[in-house]
């Protein structure tokens, strides 16, 4: 048991030291814009917003399209068309923002 805690800590480790390039990831993101937002704030009612997501959860939606483990018209054939880096560099930006959150009626 301690071994795997171990062997997890170290698996959770290396994914966040092999960080995405920003500059990459915001060229990138011109062909996720027309849905996800320039600013990654949705305008199509249909797409989430990806500003401020965490670059792990990011990633992770994007590898389970490309497996198909999670399926979407659109995103199932987007997430295709990426190289694993692309998909950091891509996590790097979007997770980058600074969301403020502002509670209903407050
Ligand atoms: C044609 C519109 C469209 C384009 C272009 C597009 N997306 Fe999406 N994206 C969507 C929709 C719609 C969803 C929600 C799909 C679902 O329900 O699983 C989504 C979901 C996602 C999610 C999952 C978000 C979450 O909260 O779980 C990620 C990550 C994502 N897109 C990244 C990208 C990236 C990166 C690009 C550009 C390389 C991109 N998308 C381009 C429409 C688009």
């Known amino acids: 048991m301690k071994k795997l805690c171990i062997s997890v800590v170290l698996i959770l480790c290396s994914m966040h030291t092999v960080a995405g390039d920003l500059e990459k990831g915001k060229a990138l993101s011109s062909q996720c814009s027309v849905c996800h937002g320039k600013n990654g704030i949705a305008k199509d009612p249909e797409s989430p917003n990806l500003a401020g997501l965490g670059a792990y959860y990011f990633e992770k939606a994007l590898v389970d399209y490309q497996k198909g483990m999670r399926e979407d018209r659109r995103m199932s054939i987007i997430a295709k068309s990426l190289s ?6 891509l996590a790097a930006w979007y997770s980058a923002f600074e969301i403020t959150v502002k509670e209903p009626g407050m």
């Open 84 to 89: 694993m880096e692309d998909i950091k560099n």
